[in-house]
């Protein structure tokens, strides 16, 4: 013991002279970009918060800082979250009780927008709980609920996951969430729930022809959903030709394009948007990336989106690179949602496809979404610590 001891010494002191510590007194260290890269993408959307914002924040409340000053507070309250998030044990998500909980809490919270006196209604759709001057849209906390009920339930049924019988929880669950959230109505978020849904069962390895005999009526679902909504139909025509309704349905698609075309190579510059001077509704939400777009040019999206990219391929390889099949499944389904709510807003923003009310995760304003995304990535960056703590053991 006494040779060992000094032994242990000896290569301390080596260490010490040469600078350098042995992998085992390195504690090991978690993907720092997953922390690193939301908090930085959440205080540019602080900024640009502000810049979309002003005035028409100005002229509608008589406050210039009204939605910035909002945001900035979830920020705050985000970084808490995500702190909190890199704190908290992620695998109890994986326990029935807590995935249950976790869900149906969510779901009750879908259900309390239907509740009159508490659900807030703006533009013609019920998505938001409200009490006095605090809000919260329970379909950005129903998201993350679902990958983790997923996850967990998957992993706990790995030998029966692949089966149809062994693929109706999780149907039941995504299927649960859609009815309430396409009720509100949002079909876009409808959408989006129902892809992670499908997307989850795919990765948790459901047979293919199960897979498609349950994808092919999804799909053939979405033109049931457009023509059931006149204004949905109105929507695809404005998206199909703008100019045939430039004052209406095809106004906002057209401002948002103007705004991208201004901004040229290089941009107007910050806060010089002309756009955002009440030409382009929504500005400071699910069009930010117009303004974006116009105050800081191609070169200035080129670099905000090889930062979304950075972000999306480091969740994909803590996914690929996790230690058990729950962790693989909860890091792809938060990345999946991620990069999906992402991809949505910038095809809509450009006008690939039709206009959706889907934000920007970490830029558009919305405390809700912004402090369930870096939650999310908080827990993100705990699967990675974990996968270089089980590395670390290995070796």
């Known amino acids: 013991m006494t040779v060992r001891r000094g032994a242990v010494a000896e290569k301390r002191k080596n260490n010490f002279f040469t600078g350098r510590r042995s992998a085992a007194e390195k504690p090991p260290r978690g993907d720092i970009l997953l922390i690193v890269l939301p908090v930085i993408l959440a205080a540019t959307g602080v900024l640009f918060v502000y810049s979309a914002s002003y005035y028409s924040a100005k002229v509608q409340y008589g406050d210039a800082f009204f939605f910035a000053?909002?945001?900035?507070?979830?920020?705050?309250?985000?970084?808490?979250?995500?702190?909190?998030?890199?704190?908290?044990?992620?695998?109890?998500?994986?326990?029935?009780?807590?995935?249950?909980?976790?869900?149906?809490?969510?779901?009750?919270?879908?259900?309390?927008?239907?509740?009159?006196?508490?659900?807030?209604?703006?533009?013609?759709?019920?998505?938001?709980?409200?009490?006095?001057?605090?809000?919260?849209?329970?379909?950005?906390?129903?998201?993350?609920?679902?990958?983790?009920?997923?996850?967990?339930?998957?992993?706990?049924?790995?030998?029966?996951?692949?089966?149809?019988?062994?693929?109706?929880?999780?149907?039941?669950?995504?299927?649960?969430?859609?009815?309430?959230?396409?009720?509100?109505?949002?079909?876009?978020?409808?959408?989006?729930?129902?892809?992670?849904?499908?997307?989850?069962?795919?990765?948790?390895?459901?047979?293919?022809?199960?897979?498609?005999?349950?994808?092919?009526?999804?799909?053939?679902?979405?033109?049931?959903?457009?023509?059931?909504?006149?204004?949905?139909?109105?929507?695809?025509?404005?998206?199909?030709?703008?100019?045939?309704?430039?004052?209406?349905?095809?106004?906002?698609?057209?401002?948002?394009?103007?705004?991208?075309g201004n901004g040229g190579w290089f941009g107007t510059g910050i806060f010089q948007s002309r756009q955002k001077y009440r030409f382009l509704p929504f500005a400071e939400s699910d069009f930010i990336l117009a303004v974006i777009g116009e105050e800081t040019g191609f070169f200035g999206i080129l670099l905000l989106f090889a930062a979304f990219a950075l972000l999306i391929f480091r969740g994909i390889k803590t996914a690929t690179q996790s230690s058990d099949f729950f962790s693989f499944l909860l890091a792809s389904g938060i990345t999946l949602t991620y990069g999906l709510q992402t991809l949505v807003n910038a095809l809509v923003v450009s006008g690939c496809i039709p206009p959706t009310g889907i934000p920007l995760p970490l830029i558009s304003s919305g405390n809700t979404s912004l402090i369930v995304t870096m939650a999310s990535f908080g827990v993100l960056y705990k699967i990675s610590l974990s996968n270089k703590k089980a590395a670390a053991f290995i070796q």
């Not at 659900?119 to 679902?146: C, D, H, M, V």
């Open 69 to 260: 000053r909002k945001q900035f507070l979830g920020f705050a309250a985000g970084i808490v979250a995500l702190v909190l998030a890199v704190k908290f044990d992620y695998t109890k998500l994986r326990k029935k009780p807590f995935r249950y909980i976790f869900y149906f809490v969510s779901a009750a919270l879908l259900a309390l927008v239907f509740v009159p006196g508490v659900g807030r209604s703006n533009y013609g759709a019920t998505r938001w709980i409200g009490i006095g001057s605090f809000t919260l849209q329970p379909s950005e906390i129903a998201k993350f609920a679902l990958v983790a009920f997923c996850a967990g339930y998957a992993a706990d049924n790995m030998e029966k996951i692949g089966t149809f019988r062994g693929m109706l929880p999780v149907l039941a669950a995504g299927g649960g969430y859609c009815a309430l959230i396409i009720a509100e109505p949002n079909m876009s978020v409808t959408v989006v729930v129902a892809a992670v849904t499908f997307a989850m069962l795919f990765l948790s390895g459901a047979e293919l022809r199960y897979f498609l005999m349950l994808a092919v009526p999804a799909l053939l679902a979405v033109p049931a959903l457009i023509i059931a909504e006149p204004y949905r139909l109105l929507r695809l025509n404005a998206f199909i030709d703008p100019w045939s309704s430039p004052k209406e349905e095809g106004y906002q698609l057209i401002q948002s394009l103007y705004a991208l």
